[in-house]
T-cell receptor
Framework: KQEVTQIPAALSVPEGENLVLNCSFT??????LQWFRQDPGKGLTSLLL?????REQTSGRLNASLDKSSGRSTLYIAASQPGDSATYLC??????????FGTGTRLTVIP | DAGITQSPRYKITETGRQVTLMCHQT?????MFWYRQDLGHGLRLIYY???????DKGEVPDGYVVSRSKTENFPLTLESATRSQTSVYFC?????????????????FGPGTRLTVL
């Protein structure tokens, strides 16, 4: 069974810092990897989706990389803002309908 | 554009009662999913549906029943609620554009239903 791990579980940074969130997975046979954002009491919002054949995806201040062979992905957030405070979830899709989630990294950006 | 909605948003029930959580999407996505989110476990797949009248079990299906008579609706029923089913339930949908049979598309999530079983 696919296991997805996210480190650290929580992270606090001052506003303006660049930061990296980590995600690792045990089975490299994946269709894609997705990063989501979850605000307290809310649903999940998709941030980036990296297909298994891709190495990275960018959206604004966010950049996600994928190293399938080593089972790792990183989410880079540039020039962090207080509005970036949320829980960030990594998920890998291993079959037509199997999306395995990590337990998330709770990010706090301090003004 | 309503997207994907869930109702109720909050529900308190008692052990042994039947509860139905509703999910509705306006995109005509083929795939729909039910997840539960618990501390320490992340999100886990309960059931999914590839199209109307096609459903299948996920990782944690016991105690749940689903149906999908229409593409836009995917209700989840707890036939006899137990305390261990206290959780936050998320519905999601995914289209079929792009990739092989839409396997590589993004999933879109509803706002969730917080269910408490006393």
């Amino acid at each position: 069974k696919q296991e997805v791990t996210q480190i650290p579980a929580a992270l606090s940074v001052p506003e303006g810092e660049n930061l990296v969130l980590n995600c690792s997975f045990t089975d490299s046979a994946i269709y894609n990897l997705q990063w989501f954002r979850q605000d307290p009491g809310k649903g999940l919002t998709s941030l980036l989706l990296i297909q298994s054949s891709q190495r990275e995806q960018t959206s604004g201040r966010l950049n996600a990389s994928l190293d399938k062979s080593s089972g790792r992905s990183t989410l880079y957030i540039a020039a962090s803002q207080p509005g970036d405070s949320a829980t960030y979830l990594c998920a890998v899709q291993t079959g037509a309908n199997n999306l395995f989630f990590g337990t998330g990294t709770r990010l706090t950006v301090i003004p | 554009d309503a997207g994907i909605t869930q109702s109720p948003r909050y529900k308190i029930t008692e052990t042994g009662r039947q509860v139905t959580l509703m999910c509705h999407q306006t995109w005509s996505h083929s795939y729909m999913f039910w997840y539960r989110q618990d501390l320490g476990h992340g999100l886990r797949l309960i059931y999914y549906s590839a199209a109307a009248d096609i459903t299948d079990k996920g990782e944690v299906p016991d105690g749940y029943v689903v149906s999908r008579s229409k593409t836009e609706n995917f209700p989840l029923t707890l036939e006899s609620a137990t305390r261990s089913q206290t959780s936050v339930y998320f519905c999601a949908s995914r289209g079929t554009s792009g990739g092989i049979h839409g396997k590589t598309d993004t999933q879109y999530f509803g706002p969730g239903t917080r269910l408490t079983v006393l």
